[in-house]
C-alpha cells in the first residue's frame, strides 16, 4: 500500500524568508504523480505545484518550488519569500498514473511570523 | 479553469435524519468523483470513489449502508448520509478530475453537523 509521509506536524516562517515542508512516500510503482496542496481556514483544496515521477527536472510555480529526489521517494516544498496568505495546512499527496485515487500525508500547517 | 461545485456548505441536522449533499462538476464531465472525509485537524481521508453509471467503490471500513452514493450523470454526485449519528460530524469534500492525468478539482467542502 502506498504511505504518504509529512513529519513535521507545524512549521512557522518569518514573513519574507524561506521554508522548506517535508514529505516522504512508500511506492512500489514507478509511474506515479505528487502534489502538494494548500488548504487555507476558508478549507478549500488548492493545488500548489505537481511533479510527475517520471521528471528529473524539480517543478516550480512562482515561489514555490519542489526538491523531488525519486531514489529517496522524498518530495519536499520550497516556499520562498513567504506571505501572510500562504498561512495553511499543506498536504502532500501521491497519485498512481492511471489511478485517479489520491492518497494524502497527514498535513504540516505553515504559520507566518508578521 | 474547472470548478466543483459543493452543496450544502454547512448543514445541521438531527439525530436520526438523512442528509444528502451533492458535487457538481460546473464546466466539464467528471466521470469520477470522489468523496473524502475530514476529521479536526487531520488529513482528507477517501470514503468512495463515485464512478458515473455504475455503483460506487468504498474504502475499507465505510460503511456503504450508511454513506450512500449517486453519480447519475458525468456532472453530479450526491453521498447521503442516512440515519446520521453526532459521530458523522465532519467536514466532507468531494473531488473530481475533467481527464486522466489531470489533478484533481475539488469541491469547497461541507460541514455536517449531527445533533
Same mark, same amino acid.
Do not use: R
Given at each position: 500500500a502506498q504511505t504518504v509521509t509529512q513529519s513535521q506536524p507545524e512549521m512557522s516562517v518569518q514573513e519574507a524568508e524561506t521554508v522548506t515542508l517535508s514529505c516522504t512516500y512508500d511506492t512500489s510503482e514507478s509511474d506515479y504523480y505528487l502534489f502538494w496542496y494548500k488548504q487555507p481556514p476558508s478549507r478549500q483544496m488548492i493545488l500548489v505545484i505537481r511533479q510527475e515521477a517520471y521528471k528529473q527536472q524539480n517543478a516550480t510555480e512562482n515561489r514555490f518550488s519542489v526538491n523531488f529526489q525519486k531514489a529517496a521517494k522524498s518530495f519536499s516544498l520550497k516556499i520562498s519569500? +513567504?506571505? #501572510?496568505? *500562504?498561512a495553511a495546512m499543506y498536504f502532500c499527496a501521491y497519485r498512481v498514473s492511471g489511478n485517479e485515487k489520491l492518497t494524502f500525508g497527514t498535513g504540516t500547517r505553515l504559520t507566518i511570523i508578521p | 479553469g474547472a470548478v466543483v461545485s459543493q452543496h450544502p456548505s454547512r448543514v445541521i441536522c438531527k439525530s436520526g435524519t438523512s442528509v444528502k449533499i451533492e458535487c457538481r462538476s460546473l464546466d466539464f464531465q467528471a466521470t469520477t468523483m470522489f468523496w473524502y472525509r475530514q476529521f479536526p485537524k487531520q488529513s482528507l481521508m477517501l470514503m468512495a470513489t463515485s464512478n458515473e453509471g455504475s455503483k460506487a467503490t468504498y474504502e475499507q471500513g465505510v460503511e456503504k449502508d450508511k454513506f450512500l452514493i449517486n $453519480? &447519475? +450523470? #458525468?456532472?453530479l454526485s450526491t453521498l447521503t448520509v442516512t440515519s &446520521? $449519528?453526532?459521530? *458523522?460530524s465532519s467536514f466532507y469534500i468531494c473531488s473530481a478530475t475533467d481527464r486522466a492525468y489531470s489533478p484533481l478539482h475539488f469541491g469547497n467542502g461541507t460541514r455536517l453537523t449531527v445533533t
Open positions: 519569500d +513567504s506571505q #501572510l496568505g *500562504d | $453519480h &447519475a +450523470s #458525468l456532472t &446520521a $449519528h453526532p459521530e *458523522d
